[in-house]
């Protein structure tokens, strides 16, 4: 059985609540999520993603990546935000099974496609918004292929940053074309967004 956990607030616009709670009818964006190994929103780098999400340029019509997908929650947030599409990746089956049944309950199972494999194995590029909540050390084996699946302008925010990471993956992706637009440094971790100019 699923542990149930008392909704709670990230930022301005997101509730965190879950499958067996009645949503509350307000301004907030409901994000209906089971708590579990792969992100419910408690942990600092999901709640920095969300926060840094709620802020972006208008999301609507966007194509958007999510390495990593977990839950899925981020993915489901810009979705929720206004954004198109949404492809995630992650080589965990049971991360994409939690994927699956959580874009389900949130009602945008028809705007995600789901791939159980590495990156690598991703014939789609040309994504207006990557998301990537991963450990920087896979971020930095990784920045090449991501870039690559980049336009000018395409936003990357990515998090997982152990601190003694951070400036590694800032500098790798400033190299390959990308603007730091902001640095969070968190308790443990940090997350980067950055535009591919």
Not at 161 to 189: A, H, M, P, S
Request: aromatic share 6%.
């Amino acid at each position: 059985m699923r542990e149930h956990y008392a909704p709670f607030l990230i930022g301005r616009r997101f509730r965190i609540l879950p499958p067996d709670e009645h949503p509350e009818a307000d301004e907030r964006i409901n994000l209906i999520m089971d708590r579990g190994a792969f992100g419910s929103g408690e942990h600092e780098t999901t709640r920095s993603c969300l926060q840094l999400l709620e802020e972006l340029p208008d999301l609507t019509g966007a194509r958007l990546l999510d390495l990593g997908s977990g839950t899925g929650i981020l993915s489901i947030a810009a979705l929720l935000l206004g954004a198109e599409t949404a492809c995630c990746v992650d080589i965990d089956p049971a991360a994409v099974t939690a994927c699956q049944r959580n874009c389900e309950r949130n009602g945008i199972a028809n705007q995600v496609t789901h791939l159980c494999a590495p990156l690598e194995q991703l014939s789609e590029s040309r994504f207006d918004l990557i998301l990537a909540n991963i450990y920087g050390d896979i971020l930095l084996d990784v920045a090449e292929k991501l870039v690559e699946k980049t336009h000018s302008g395409t936003h990357l925010l990515l998090s997982g940053i152990l601190w003694e990471y951070n400036f590694d993956v800032r500098q790798c992706y400033r190299k390959l074309g990308c603007t730091v637009l902001k640095n969070q440094i968190l308790e443990e971790f940090s997350t980067v967004l950055l535009r591919k100019e």
